[in-house]
């Protein structure tokens, strides 16, 4: 079983940095300043991993050889609960969240999911608005949950799908799962208005590279272009999926491929810290986008927190260890006994974030070969993509 390396809400990593105070003071203390982080990035997005478990077994994030019958999943005790996961997302839409994802494993496999939708789809802004709801997901069970997830409040999906063609999605996800069925989630998404759905393909060299253009025809010619289709760089997240820069298809090399059968047109970003650049079908018939974590890292304006399902906060899909905030959900003060209050998580997230310098995949390059290919990561499974 592979590790967690969890720390505590002191980021060690600093060792020369005293305590952080865990009161409702630090808050006070920055009370009305931009809440940024040392590279001057704003707060924006909270992905929350709702379980750590998942009917797949994509080689590139939960390989079977390591994800076995015999791993050790989370026991159920050590998940947040729905109200916990709720009140961590008030508080970090009270610092600057305009968007929750809810990640797995596979999110809906969490039971009665619906329940937390419907939690998270009454907060607000603190000027009002709505959360931008959405949940990223294999598709699995997308036929049979769509519609109650729209219901209760889900305003988007994103589909992996990693193939067309049926042999090989079946041998990448190791489950042999059928293309047919995440086809008929997403149809069933689009009847349900849970849009626009995004679909994310990660392209691996040598595995499914021949299956960018009929991934790119297949979704141009379906639900009137209603889905962006977005391709994934091979990312070296976790430690497990046995990553090589060998197997990494550039960002460039794929959107050449879908050029040449269809002419492309930039798109600009709708929002800071998107991390596909977007390119829009010269006929207008939908959009396709490239996430290039490996050859063109965006972390300059990275604004995503991570939340994993038993309460860690990660600053970086490629970090190393999380902050335990489920200790101060569940704990009290050693002061005098009470709960922490919401005043005191807000400071601790507060300071969190403002002690944030992540920038990973800019680094990457600069790290010697068996460095990076030995440092120790969370995987993705756990945190979410």
């Known amino acids: 079983m592979t590790e967690r390396n969890v720390i505590s809400i002191v980021d ?3 060792s020369l940095r005293p305590p952080l105070p865990l009161t409702a003071s630090g808050a006070a203390a920055t009370a009305g300043t931009p809440l940024l982080d040392r590279l001057a990035r704003p707060l924006r997005d909270l992905r929350i991993s709702v379980t750590d478990r998942c009917n797949f077994r994509c080689s590139y994030c939960m390989p079977k050889e390591v994800f076995d019958r015999d791993y050790k999943f989370l026991p159920h005790s050590d998940l947040l609960s729905f109200e916990e996961m709720t009140r961590m997302a008030r508080l970090f839409a009270a610092q600057g969240v305009r968007k929750i994802r809810l990640t797995g494993g ?5 039971k009665n999911l ?4 419907g ?7 603190p000027d009002g608005q709505a959360l931008d709801l959405t949940l990223t997901t294999n598709g699995s069970v997308l036929a049979r949950k769509a519609r109650a997830l729209k219901d209760a409040g889900l305003r988007r999906v994103t589909v992996s799908l990693d193939a067309m063609d049926d042999a090989i999605f079946r041998r990448m996800n190791d489950v042999d799962f059928p293309v047919a ?5 997403i149809a069933a998404a689009h009847e349900a208005g849970l849009g626009p759905i995004k679909v994310n393909m990660v392209v691996k060299r040598g595995t499914n590279d021949h299956e960018i253009v009929p991934m790119a025809r297949h979704f141009r010619d379906t639900l009137g272009g209603a889905v962006s289709l977005r391709f994934i760089e091979y990312m070296d997240v976790g430690a497990t999926n046995g990553w090589r820069m060998d ?3 550039p960002s460039d090399e794929v959107r050449r491929r879908i050029a040449a059968e269809f002419p492309l047109v ?10 596909a650049e977007r390119w829009a079908y010269a006929d207008g018939r939908g959009e396709v986008g490239f996430i290039s974590s490996v050859t063109k890292a965006f972390c300059g304006d990275c604004n995503r927190a991570r939340l994993s399902t038993e309460g860690q906060l990660y600053l970086c899909l490629f970090g190393e260890r999380g902050y335990d ?6 704990g009290v003060r050693p002061a005098d006994g009470q709960p922490f209050s919401d005043a005191d998580i807000a400071a601790s997230i507060d300071l969190i974030w403002r002690g944030r310098s992540d920038r990973y995949s800019q680094l990457r390059s600069l790290l010697p070969p068996a460095e990076a290919g030995a440092k120790r990561r969370v995987e993705m499974s756990y945190i979410g993509g």
């Open 114 to 117: 619906e329940l937390l939708i």
């Open 247 to 249: 197997e990494v298809l």
């Open 181 to 185: 069925d995440v086809l008929g989630g």
């Open 325 to 330: 905030l489920r200790s101060l959900l569940r």
């Open 12 to 14: 060690q990593r600093d």
């Open 106 to 110: 596979e999110p809906l496999l969490r």
């Open 119 to 125: 939690m998270l789809a009454e907060l607000r802004t």
């Open 266 to 275: 930039p798109v600009g970003a709708d929002a800071p810290g998107e991390t």
